[in-house]
């Protein structure tokens, strides 16, 4: 969010100003003070105070974190599922633990319906609030299992495709999904991987290298 500028007759007003702007209390703000006013004589060049202020970046943390609890809540409801979500922020991220009845709905067909949860309230929130921190949905630690099995078929595909000197074609993944494959096979000299299909039918397929890598 842009920092922006506020007057006032002294700059406890501008303040005050800008705290009605963003519905905020002043320690939640950060302040630049550009002029502190003058009341000239008799009034006569009297000169306004302006300030420059912005959210501190732990306070858009708090409330993009605010809204996305709101946003996912909402989605959850319109699906009738029952599931609750306790949110916290770490490095500079927001994460939302799901849990609840309806939790292995979430993860069914490789966890797609959590994965398409996901974009959407990222999607939603990033339209109301603009583009910052990412929201990471998860039950249970599943994306870290997931993830530590993709490294493990990246690996295999990797060493099929270098004994059999062919193209190894991986299974339709989330751009999020096929970003790991990309970044786990990235440093071995012998392969390389590019993303082929539309859709959701896209992949990634490692191939024994031959050239330059083509990742996306």
Not at 39 to 45: E, M, Q, V, W
Not at 134 to 158: C, N, P, T
């Amino acid at each position: 969010m842009k920092a922006e500028e506020f007057e006032g007759k002294n700059v406890d007003q501008a303040i005050e100003a800008a705290c009605q702007h963003f519905k905020v209390s002043p320690e939640d703000l950060e302040i630049e003070i550009i002029t502190h006013g003058s009341t000239g004589i008799f009034r006569i060049g009297a000169k306004k105070a302006r300030i420059r202020a912005s959210l501190k970046p732990e306070v858009l943390l708090r409330m993009r974190k605010e809204e996305a609890k709101k946003v996912l809540e909402a989605f959850l409801r319109a699906g009738g599922l029952e599931v609750e979500c306790r949110g916290e922020i770490k490095d500079d991220k927001i994460y939302f633990e799901l849990r609840g009845q309806d939790q292995e709905y979430l993860l069914s067909r490789g966890g797609a319906p959590l994965n398409a949860l996901q974009y959407l309230v990222n999607k939603v929130v990033a339209k109301r609030q603009g583009v910052g921190a990412k929201i990471v949905l998860d039950v249970e630690g599943f994306r870290a299992a997931r993830e530590r099995k993709l490294i493990s078929m990246a690996q295999k595909a990797a060493q099929r495709a270098k004994r059999e000197r062919r193209p190894v074609e991986l299974p339709p993944m989330s751009a999020q999904e096929r970003r790991i494959i990309h970044l786990a096979l990235r440093d071995l000299p012998e392969v390389e991987t590019r993303s082929k299909g539309e859709g959701n039918k896209r992949r990634v397929v490692v191939y024994p290298r031959r050239g330059r890598t083509n990742r996306r």
